[in-house]
Structures are given as structure tokens and as C-alpha cells.
């Protein structure tokens, strides 16, 4: 990726849209290798803006807005979307809430509360405490033949709120249309492992990204690239599921890249590879196998594991 020097092109948060559906008319066409400076409104459409305003009054069919869809010009089927995320730009509020029976322990909620977060340079306001900054995308993906709403994650990307998705990654994603149709939303000023309450530091921003189209190496599920570690993420409305996925596509991964027989490569998935939760509150749960780039490459990884 060429980034570096190239001409930057601004596309503004004024049309979102709510499903990753290839019917959808792109409001952008953008080259290969060139920097795109993307606006994003928060998951809840930048309803809140006080901790007077509820989630409850909000209109809930603009609940995770993605920006776009982009069409990415030279992506074609059967290719991999390489999304290098240069940076994250992130407004300087906010907000959290707590919804009546949503999240992990949403038997427990007995009310909607919104909590309005400060954001500075390297760190966030929540009451009285200072929590380190640790911006993320939580909605990044591709139109799927499911035209799958933007809150939900899946084989295209979508609603996978994991935190290794923030700046100097390339994520991966297979493209089902030509132009691949993308878009991204849902930032994070910080969220931990799991987004338990169902919600996380919520806030509008900008995230500039470089696309590029790889021949023929769709890989099944999203990939992530950072700088010492490999990411395979995963979705399923049944958790053990996903980590069976997410399991089995790196067990298959280090057994094409290394030339290994499958029991070994099992084997040195039990000593090298970490299992990791992405998000415990959506109908589907989202997890990652987690490789060291030490064993293995993002093409070997790519190459091991594409249909």
C-alpha cells in the first residue's frame, strides 16, 4: 500500500445506510492506494448529546450508521479488500448508556441511563475517573448476498466490535461484488473485550483508510493484520461455535503455510495461537483466533485459508 503522498479524498457523514446490501447505490467511487478520509456518526446517529436524553427516545431504525457505501473501483468477486486504517480521528464527546434487559447482564438493568464521556488527546472522562484512550471501529465490512443490517457481524465484516481493529492494522474482507461496496461506523473511544453493558465509548469521527483489491484471495471470514500478530474473526449466535471456527480456519492455516500434517499443526495451535472474545451482546457473538506473524504471513495466512 502507497498511502504515503497521495492526494486525500473527504467523504462526509451525510448518507449512512443500515444494511450491507449490494442493492444500495454507492455515494463515493474511489481508486486503489489513495488516502479516503471517511466521516462516521456514532452508533446512535448523533441523537444524544446530553445525559438527559435516554436511549429509549431515540429513533432506533438509525441505531449503528455506517458511512457510504463506497465503491472501491478494480475490486471484483472473489478478491480480498485490504483496508489499511491510517488513523482515527475522534470528536471530543461521548456517551455510554445502559438499556433495560440488553447486555450480558441485562436481567439485572433496571434502567436506561446515559452516562456523556469527555474525550481528550490520550485519555476519557467517566465521572470522576480517567480511562486511556483506545480508539476502534466497531462496524467495518462489505455488502454480503445476506444484506445483513449494519448491526449485525458476519462473513463480510459488520457489527465484529473488536478492539484489534484501530490504527496501523489491515483488515482483510472477502468481496462478494464488484466495488465491494464498503463502508465503516460505530467508533469507540475505548471499549473493553466483550462491550458487556452493549455499548461502549459511543462517538461520531473520522477514519482515514487506503483500499486495495487482492486477486483471488477472498479469505472466509474477516483477517486482521498488526504489526506482531494475525487476526481471524468470527461470528455465530452460538459462541462455541465461533471459537470452533475461528479454531479450525487457523488450525488449516498453519497447516498449508508450514506443510505440517493436521495433528501437528493442531498441536502448535495449542501452544501458539490465543482465543479472544470480540463481542458477547449481539444475537451473533463475535471471536478471534490470534496467530503470531512469527509462524506465519498475512499472504501465507490469506493463501492457506482462501476458497
Same mark, same amino acid.
Given at each position: ?5 497521495? *492526494? ?31 466521516? !462516521? ?31 472501491? $473501483? ?6 480480498? /479488500? ?6 482515527? #480521528?475522534? $470528536? ?8 433495560? &434487559? ?8 433496571? &434502567? ?5 464521556? #469527555? ?54 474482507? *472477502? ?17 473493553? #473485550? ?46 462455541? $461455535? ?40 449481539? *444475537?451473533? $457473538? !463475535?471471536?478471534?483466533?490470534? /496467530? ?16
Amino acid at each position: 500500500m502507497t498511502g504515503k503522498g497521495s *492526494p486525500l479524498i473527504n467523504i462526509s457523514d451525510e448518507t449512512t445506510f443500515f444494511s450491507f446490501d449490494p442493492g444500495l447505490t454507492p455515494i463515493a467511487e474511489v481508486e486503489q492506494n489513495v488516502l479516503v478520509k471517511i466521516e !462516521t456518526k456514532d452508533c446512535f446517529s448523533n441523537q444524544i448529546a446530553s445525559e438527559e436524553q435516554l436511549i429509549m427516545d431515540i429513533d432506533f431504525s438509525r441505531i449503528n450508521p455506517a458511512t457510504g457505501p463506497i465503491f472501491i $473501483k478494480g475490486a471484483k468477486r472473489g478478491d480480498a /479488500l485490504a483496508v489499511k486504517i491510517h488513523k482515527i #480521528d475522534l $470528536k471530543q464527546q461521548g456517551a455510554i448508556v445502559t438499556i433495560p &434487559e440488553e447486555g450480558l447482564l441485562g436481567d439485572e438493568v433496571k &434502567e436506561a441511563r446515559t452516562r456523556v464521556c #469527555d474525550i481528550g488527546a490520550e485519555e476519557i472522562q467517566f465521572l470522576n475517573l480517567s480511562l486511556p484512550l483506545k480508539k476502534m471501529i466497531g462496524v467495518i465490512g462489505v455488502a454480503t448476498p445476506e444484506k445483513t443490517a449494519t448491526g449485525t457481524p458476519g462473513r463480510h465484516g459488520g457489527n465484529m466490535d473488536a478492539t484489534v481493529i484501530t490504527e496501523g492494522v489491515t483488515v482483510y474482507f *472477502p468481496i462478494s461484488y464488484e466495488g465491494a461496496l464498503f463502508g465503516l461506523g460505530d467508533l469507540h473511544a475505548v471499549m473493553g #473485550d466483550g462491550e458487556v453493558c452493549v455499548a461502549a465509548c459511543e462517538t461520531p469521527g473520522y477514519v482515514t483508510v487506503e483500499f486495495e483489491s487482492l486477486n483471488e484471495f477472498a479469505p472466509p471470514w474477516p483477517c486482521v493484520e498488526a504489526k506482531d500478530w494475525l487476526y481471524i474473526i468470527v461470528s455465530d449466535e452460538d459462541i462455541n $461455535k465461533a471459537f470452533y471456527e475461528a479454531t479450525e480456519v487457523a488450525v488449516r492455516a498453519l497447516q498449508n503455510a508450514l506443510k505440517l500434517d493436521w495433528h501437528d499443526a493442531y498441536m502448535l495451535s495449542s501452544m501458539a495461537m490465543d482465543l479472544e472474545i470480540c463481542q458477547l451482546v449481539d *444475537p451473533r $457473538k !463475535t471471536v478471534r483466533s490470534k /496467530l503470531p506473524k512469527s509462524l506465519i504471513s498475512i499472504e501465507e495466512l490469506l493463501k492457506s485459508i482462501s476458497a
